[in-house]
Nanobody, 125 residues
Framework: QVQVVESGGGLVQPGGSLRLSCEAS????????IGWFRQAPGKEREGVSC????????YYVDSVKGRFTVSRDDAKKTVYLQMNSLKPEDTAVYYC??????????????????WGQGTLVTVSS
């Protein structure tokens, strides 16, 4: 069984930065990707970014391209989401997921094997 735990959320002003972390444990050799998703109040959960371990491919939805960067540290079994130039519309609970990434497609809810508990990101002045 795989578990993932997010950390790093918080309150930041518009234009600021945050780095989220997603640490995996359990049968981590079964993980083929890590996906990042978010859910804003009153909205459905949506994909943000993901990294595929097989080809080290990285994917971003259009709204975060050029601002967010996903990376991995295999020694620490951790995937990071560096978020720069944050906007109020980035406010949401951010979730990482084991799986959740389809090669050639990007973040995919139907590919998720396990969810983290979520971490709140608030972008406000």
């Amino acid at each position: 069984q795989v578990q993932v735990v997010e950390s790093g959320g918080g309150l930041v002003q518009p234009g600021g930065s945050l780095r989220l972390s997603c640490e995996a444990s359990g049968f981590t050799l079964d993980i083929h990707a890590i996906g990042w998703f978010r859910q804003a109040p009153g909205k459905e959960r949506e994909g943000v970014s993901c990294i595929s371990f097989g080809d080290d491919g990285t994917y971003y939805v259009d709204s975060v391209k050029g601002r967010f960067t996903v990376s991995r540290d295999d020694a620490k079994k951790t995937v990071y989401l560096q978020m720069n130039s944050l906007k109020p519309e980035d406010t949401a609970v951010y979730y990482c997921a084991a799986g959740g990434c389809v090669t050639g497609w990007g973040p995919a809810l139907w590919d998720v094997d396990a969810w983290g508990q979520g971490t709140l990101v608030t972008v406000s002045s």
